[in-house]
């Protein structure tokens, strides 16, 4: 059985090590895109079983991303969750209408993490 494939989204390099580190080495794939024009042009070519997106990213924002993810038919029902620093409730409602499974405020513990990972992929 293949690896789920896991598309971490962050602008902050030490973010992205540590969620690819934790998910690696919990047995998923994972890979890591800085920002949102990235992001999809890398969707056009890859397919993820899962997406962990920051919010708060230069340009185009985590839930303008999801909202691109979102129109594009292939991506549609693609479990999403979403990482943000603030933890305020107009983001999370924000971020709910667009479609989201998972909704962690930083610093999300790799337990926590892995814990939403899990309940939305099969276990590695």
Same mark, same amino acid.
């Given at each position: 059985m293949s690896k789920a494939k896991i598309l971490v989204v962050d602008d902050e390099p030490n973010?992205?090590?540590?969620? =690819?580190y934790t998910l690696n080495? *919990?047995?998923?794939?994972? =890979?890591?895109v800085a920002d949102g024009e990235n992001t999809l042009r890398w969707l056009e070519v890859n397919t993820p079983d899962l997406a962990i997106l920051d919010v708060s990213m230069p340009g185009m +924002?985590?839930?303008t991303l999801l909202q691109h993810i979102r129109a594009m038919p292939q991506y549609a029902h693609l479990p999403? /969750? /979403?990482? =943000?620093?603030?933890? +305020? $409730? $107009?983001?999370? /409602?924000? *971020?709910e209408k667009v479609g989201i499974q998972g909704f962690l405020t930083k610093p999300a513990s790799s337990k926590t993490v892995l814990e939403v990972v899990a309940s939305l992929l099969p276990s590695p």
């Amino acid at each position: 059985m293949s690896k789920a494939k896991i598309l971490v989204v962050d602008d902050e390099p030490n973010n992205q090590r540590i969620l =690819t580190y934790t998910l690696n080495k *919990a047995g998923y794939e994972s =890979t890591s895109v800085a920002d949102g024009e990235n992001t999809l042009r890398w969707l056009e070519v890859n397919t993820p079983d899962l997406a962990i997106l920051d919010v708060s990213m230069p340009g185009m +924002d985590g839930i303008t991303l999801l909202q691109h993810i979102r129109a594009m038919p292939q991506y549609a029902h693609l479990p999403v /969750i /979403i990482l =943000t620093g603030s933890g +305020d $409730d $107009d983001e999370r /409602i924000r *971020a709910e209408k667009v479609g989201i499974q998972g909704f962690l405020t930083k610093p999300a513990s790799s337990k926590t993490v892995l814990e939403v990972v899990a309940s939305l992929l099969p276990s590695p």
